[in-house]
C-alpha cells in the first residue's frame, strides 16, 4: 500500500496549486483519504477528508471556501485544489490512508510575496 504526493511548489499570495495523491498496488476508491499538512516547528494538523463513496467532505476551518478535496476513481487519483493561498498554508501537506495508517512522502508548499 503505498501513497505518492506531487503538485507542491512555490506561489505567491492569492495563487492556487493543486496537489495530487496517487496509489499503486490497491484501488484507491473503497478507501477515506485525507491531507495533512505540517508548518515549520507545528504539529501536523488535518486539512481535508474525503469518504470512500467520494459523496462527503471535511475541511479545516482555516481552508474552508478555498481548497476542494476531489477523487477521480479512474485515475486512482485523489486532489487538493488550493486556492487563495496565504502565507500561513506553507507547509509539508501529506496524504494519508487511514485504513493502513500509510503515509506518502510529503510536497513542499510554500506561499510568499
Known amino acids: 500500500v503505498q501513497v505518492v504526493e506531487s503538485g507542491g511548489g512555490s506561489v505567491a499570495p492569492g495563487g492556487s496549486l493543486r496537489l495530487s495523491c496517487a496509489a499503486s498496488?490497491?484501488?484507491?476508491?473503497?478507501?477515506?483519504i485525507a491531507w495533512h499538512r505540517q508548518a515549520p516547528g507545528k504539529t501536523r494538523e488535518l486539512v481535508a477528508n474525503?469518504?470512500?463513496?467520494?459523496?462527503?467532505?471535511n475541511y479545516a476551518d482555516s481552508v474552508k471556501g478555498r481548497f476542494t478535496i476531489s477523487g477521480d476513481n479512474a485515475k486512482n487519483t485523489v486532489y487538493l485544489q488550493m486556492n487563495s493561498l496565504k502565507p500561513e498554508d506553507t507547509g509539508m501537506y501529506y496524504c494519508?490512508?487511514?485504513?493502513?495508517?500509510?503515509w506518502g512522502q510529503g510536497t513542499q508548499v510554500t506561499v510568499s510575496a
Open positions: 494519508h490512508l487511514p485504513r493502513f495508517d500509510s
Open positions: 474525503i469518504t470512500a463513496a467520494r459523496s462527503t467532505t
Open positions: 498496488g490497491f484501488a484507491f476508491r473503497w478507501y477515506d
